[in-house]
């Protein structure tokens, strides 16, 4: 009688441990993913060339916020990476303030589109841009006050074990998805 009792309990411990697992890993991947594409988007700051959107200046700008995207879905459909593109709601190129949030009217988003996005290496990226406020031929990475780059993504995380069947037992349950994010902001590299 007493263990009909306390196995409800364990199970929950139990998946409850599992899931957590599992949520981390996603988690990792996520970050890793954005960390990946703000390194790159910090390296090609404004495409190169002097600053400015006029002829001769940024010459490869028109690809830069491409690339970013193409750097973060390698991490999230690399082999053995957990993560399901059609689960991330959007990917956000943001100008960021000194301590890392957004800069009103300087976002870009992009959202999953099955190949639908631009050519990056020969291949049409799965994102396309939906919102382009901040054009990479503005981006300052000149000394002394480099802009910073921010890119962030939402994602919802689906449970893997029946974590909510259990915890419907006790009079709980819950969503079957969990909404995870994660960002990255990283100074533009700075020119001489």
């Known amino acids: 009688m007493e263990f009909a009792a306390v196995v409800p309990f364990f199970l929950f411990l139990l998946l409850g441990m599992l899931e957590f697992g599992f949520v981390f890993d996603h988690e990792l991947t996520l970050s890793y993913a954005t960390r990946e594409g703000a390194r790159v988007g910090a390296a090609l700051a404004n495409g190169g060339g002097p600053l400015g959107c006029g002829p001769g200046q940024s010459p490869n700008w028109t690809?830069?916020?491409?690339?970013?995207?193409?750097?973060?879905?390698?991490?999230?459909?690399?082999?053995?990476?957990?993560?399901?593109?059609?689960?991330?709601?959007?990917?956000?190129?943001?100008?960021?303030?000194?301590?890392?949030?957004?800069?009103?009217?300087?976002?870009?988003?992009?959202?999953?589109?099955?190949?639908?996005?631009?050519?990056?290496?020969?291949?049409?990226?799965?994102?396309?841009?939906?919102?382009?406020?901040?054009?990479?031929?503005?981006?300052?990475?000149?000394?002394?006050?480099?802009?910073?780059?921010?890119?962030?993504l939402q994602y919802a995380y689906q449970f893997v074990t029946p974590l909510a069947s259990v915890a419907a037992f006790f009079g709980g349950g819950g969503p079957a998805s969990l909404p995870l994010s994660d960002r990255t902001v990283m100074a533009l590299n700075p020119t001489q």
């Open 63 to 152: 690809t830069v916020d491409a690339q970013i995207i193409a750097a973060v879905q390698r991490v999230l459909a690399s082999p053995g990476s957990p993560i399901a593109l059609n689960r991330i709601s959007q990917i956000r190129i943001y100008k960021a303030t000194a301590t890392g949030t957004e800069v009103t009217g300087k976002v870009n988003v992009w959202r999953y589109d099955p190949g639908g996005g631009p050519q990056v290496d020969g291949r049409a990226l799965d994102f396309s841009p939906q919102t382009v406020t901040w054009l990479a031929c503005e981006r300052n990475n000149g000394t002394p006050n480099p802009d910073s780059l921010g890119v962030s």
